[in-house]
């Protein structure tokens, strides 16, 4: 094909990343995200955050599926407000995939420039979320 400088190799790799990119976008339309802004893991057969159970505690993860099924259903406000990293998540899974299906159609040429964007925003999300969990907790001790 003209103009295809991409090896097929190449091209079934982009597709095979595509996939698994979309995997949590495609599973998180079937669940409903949880009330309580934790626990939509449960729906999965997952157990509970065992850190929350011993502590009574949210770890620096609680909310994250949460989020990223908020997310995925569009309701973005609410998705950054229970968990940034795991909102920008999804985010960055939807675009990273269509990204991948670009890649293996030789729309585009190159991906390193998108992934070191990718790469930096997952970053920056998760100390913002670390950032953030510090605070709240903090806040749950103060009297």
């Not at 979309?22 to 065992?50: K, M, N």
């Not at 770890?59 to 909102?87: E, N, S």
Request: proline share 6%; hydrophobic share 50%.
């Amino acid at each position: 094909m003209q103009g295809w400088n991409t090896s097929a190799k190449n091209r079934w790799l982009h597709l095979a990343i595509a996939a698994a990119l979309f995997a949590p976008i495609g599973i998180a339309t079937f669940l409903s995200p949880d009330p309580r802004g934790y626990g939509t893991h449960e729906q999965l057969g997952l157990p509970p955050c065992g850190f929350r159970l011993v502590t009574g505690y949210p770890c620096p993860g609680c909310g994250g599926t949460t989020a990223f099924v908020l997310a995925v259903h569009g309701r973005f406000p609410a998705a950054f407000q229970v968990h940034v990293a795991g909102a920008t998540s999804a985010v960055v899974c939807g675009v990273s995939g269509v990204t991948e299906v670009l890649l293996a159609a030789g729309v585009l040429k190159r991906a390193r420039a998108h992934r070191m964007v990718a790469l930096t925003t997952m970053l920056v999300a998760l100390a913002a979320q670390l950032a953030l969990w510090t605070w709240r907790t903090a806040l749950l001790w103060l009297p």
